[in-house]
């Protein structure tokens, strides 16, 4: 499910209460959501929704190029 301005209404409400029922009367045990840190305004909704936060993480990357100088 895609972030928009409408994740704390209803409609998202509802979509994931379907999503997890689906999850549920499929023999799923966990429902788990990934959302990038940066959009801080999604924690908060899925707090409300009873997610946690479970994991942190950094992402590295190095150039593989060599600089000239």
């Known amino acids: 499910m895609s972030w928009s301005?409408?994740?704390s209404s209803s409609i998202a409400t509802r979509k994931f209460?379907?999503?997890e029922e689906w999850a549920r009367e499929h023999g799923c045990v966990m429902v788990?959501?990934?959302?990038n840190m940066k959009r801080v305004e999604a924690k908060p909704f899925y707090?409300?929704?009873?997610?946690?936060?479970v994991k942190t993480q950094y992402?590295?990357?190095k150039t593989a190029r060599q600089e000239t100088e």
């Open 32 to 35: 788990r959501v990934r959302s």
């Open 59 to 61: 992402v590295f990357e």
């Open 17 to 19: 209460a379907a999503a």
């Open 47 to 53: 707090e409300r929704m009873g997610y946690r936060v």
């Open 5 to 7: 301005a409408a994740s």
